[in-house]
């Protein structure tokens, strides 16, 4: 059975369970088994289009994006099929009490070492730390340092080859149960009519070639490049200033203000280079997929990274708001003698996330395949069918140019680059340095101190240049 047909076939079983306004064994059976065999569809079709843009994609953090978008794949479908002990709403949990109560004992036993196949896969290919703080910006320092577990294609390679081939197996068990629970008759050769869906296929299809011929991808592509290597400087100079400070603490001097004020400063800059390489990465898979069918899975990638980048960085609601990103920079800007220009970007911000409260509900349906007994699915590929893909990518070109300006801003902040604060920062330069130069004459020939103390006047000369001094 297609796609198409068994949706319209599940649509029918929904309403005339709607119109009997009880339960019906045999509906209720039918309805599980429509809904495994959607389940299956999606997950290889998930699989594949974040497989694809994996293999396309040739710099270290794209990579490791997808390698993510593949975890997050594994784990969702294993609550899909089975979920955690004592979930009742597990799919193939479903499939199995269906077999028993049919006496379809070989058929029972099938599904059974499916289930076991599927737990088995979970304990070897998926990592359920990683999927929590995927799209997540709140711990840049625990994020980078996950992530650089993400090296091996062949894991994920394997993995997701694993999971297709227990799809396939589930949709024969499925398929079968189907030919048990309907009447046998020959289908119809399913043909698309001329309708809104195929003359929205056409419209996106130019959307997407008008988009290729411009410079887009290659802008994606020019910051990806540089994506890990700014992230990989970002968390050397922050484990530098963390180390300054332990071992201050660890010698009961006085914590310098300059290098807490720094270690926020990085790990809010962190923060910023996560969400301007998530946008990048998401809009980038979408120009690189090769099918409208995998253009609308790069498109939900586009949707979940959007919601979570804004949620983030501005709030959706005024409590939210006020322990955002863009809160803490206009915190640390408002506390300076110069303003940066945030009055424009603080526009966009807005425009972005003007139904970014009423659209929460949506991000559960991409992200999730089910939770509970919500079955999202159905939800999730009505939904594909309603976004307007020119608009979604325009937002996400907005939002990937906000985060753009804001990575510019934490720069700004970093290194203290302003004209109107050169006279201070020639003095908090001196400041450092004496500190510095204070501590080595109390340590002497302390060699541990001194391995401290190094990367200290490393720093001090990163943060405000080596032209301070001629100043």
């Not at 994920?156 to 024969?172: D, H, N, T």
Request: charged share 30%.
């Amino acid at each position: 059975m297609s796609l198409p047909q068994i949706l319209k076939t599940r649509k029918a079983v929904e309403e005339e369970i709607e119109q009997k306004g009880e339960s019906d064994v045999v509906l209720d059976r039918l309805l599980v088994v429509l809904d495994t065999l959607l389940a299956e569809n999606e997950v290889i079709y998930d699989l594949s289009a974040s497989f694809d843009a994996l293999l396309k994609a040739n710099d270290d953090y794209a990579k490791r994006y997808y390698m993510q978008s593949l975890n997050l794949c594994f784990l969702e479908s294993y609550q899909l099929f089975v979920g955690d002990e004592g979930d009742e709403y597990g799919l193939l949990s479903k499939i199995e009490e269906l077999t028993r109560q049919r006496n379809q004992t070989g058929c029972q036993l099938i599904v059974g070492h499916i289930i076991n196949d599927i737990q088995a896969f979970r304990e070897e290919y998926t990592d359920r730390e990683l999927r929590n703080i995927t799209r997540h910006y709140d711990e840049p320092i625990k994020m980078y340092e996950k992530q650089q577990d993400l090296r091996d294609i062949d894991f994920f390679a394997k993995g997701a080859s694993q999971l297709m081939a227990i799809c396939m197996e589930v949709r024969v068990v499925s398929s079968f149960l189907l030919t048990l629970l309907t009447p046998v008759k020959k289908e119809p050769k399913y043909v698309a009519s001329p309708s809104k869906k195929s003359i929205s296929k056409i419209v996106n299809d130019a959307i997407f070639k008008a988009f290729k011929k411009k410079d887009v991808k290659k802008e994606l592509q020019r910051v990806l490049e540089k994506g890990q290597s700014s992230l990989d400087e970002c968390y050397r100079l922050y484990k530098i200033c963390f180390s300054a400070i332990s071992f201050l603490i660890e010698r009961d001097c006085q914590i310098q203000e300059g290098f807490q004020k720094l270690e926020s400063l990085l790990r809010l800059r962190m923060e910023a280079l996560f969400l301007r390489n998530d946008v990048a990465c998401s809009i980038w898979g979408y120009l690189n997929a090769s099918s409208d069918l995998e253009r609308s899975q790069n498109l939900r990638h586009i949707y979940i990274t959007k919601q979570a980048a804004l949620t983030h960085i501005y709030g959706y609601n005024e409590k939210a708001r006020g322990r955002s990103l863009w809160a803490r920079i206009k915190e640390i800007e408002e506390s300076g003698s110069e303003k940066l220009k945030t009055a424009e970007v603080e526009k966009s911000l807005e425009e972005l996330t003007g139904n970014l409260a009423e659209d929460r509900s949506n991000s559960n349906v991409f992200a999730h395949y089910r939770h509970q007994q919500n079955f999202y699915i159905p939800a999730r590929l009505e939904a594909f069918n309603k976004m307007q893909h020119h608009k979604e990518l325009f937002d996400a070109l907005k939002l990937f140019n906000v985060c753009k300006d804001i990575e510019g801003y934490t720069v700004g902040l970093l290194c203290c680059i302003h004209e109107g604060q050169r006279q201070k920062t020639k003095q908090q330069h001196d400041e450092w340095v004496g500190m510095i130069d204070n501590l080595a004459a109390k340590f002497g020939n302390d060699e541990k101190a001194n391995e401290t103390l190094k990367p200290m006047r490393e720093l001090t000369n990163i943060v405000f240049g080596n032209d301070t001094k001629a100043n």
